[in-house]
Nanobody, 118 residues
C-alpha cells in the first residue's frame, strides 16, 4: 500500500496550491479519502474528507470556502485545491485512506510541506 503526496511548496499569502495523493495497493474507490495537516508544535488535524460511494465532502471550518477536495477513481488519486492561502495554513499535509470492513483499514502518506510566507 502506498499513498504518495505531491504538490506542496512555498507560496505567498493569497496564493494557491493543488496537492495530489496517488494511491496504490488497495481498492481506492472503496476508501474514504481525507487530507490532514500538522503544523509545528500542534496536533494533526483534519482538513477535508471525501466519501467513497457518493463523494460527499466535509471541511474543517478553518478552510471552508477556500479549499476543495476531489477524487478521480480512474486515476486512484485524491486532490486538495487550496486557494487564498494564509500564513496559518503552513503545515505538513498528509493524505489518509480509511475503510471500515471487518476491521479498520487505515493508511497514511508521508506528507508534503506547504509553506505560506511573504
Amino acid at each position: 500500500v502506498q499513498l504518495v503526496e505531491s504538490g506542496g511548496g512555498l507560496v505567498q499569502p493569497g496564493g494557491s496550491l493543488r496537492l495530489s495523493c496517488a494511491a496504490s495497493g488497495f481498492t481506492f474507490s472503496s476508501y474514504v479519502m481525507s487530507w490532514y495537516r500538522q503544523a509545528p508544535g500542534k496536533e494533526r488535524e483534519l482538513v477535508a474528507a471525501i466519501g467513497s460511494a457518493d463523494s460527499s465532502t466535509n471541511y474543517a471550518d478553518s478552510v471552508k470556502g477556500r479549499v476543495t477536495i476531489s477524487r478521480d477513481n480512474a486515476k486512484n488519486t485524491v486532490y486538495l485545491q487550496m486557494n487564498s492561502l494564509k500564513l496559518e495554513d503552513t503545515a505538513v499535509y498528509y493524505c489518509r485512506a480509511v475503510r471500515v470492513g471487518n476491521r479498520l483499514y487505515a493508511y497514511w502518506g508521508q506528507g508534503t510541506q506547504v509553506t505560506v510566507s511573504s
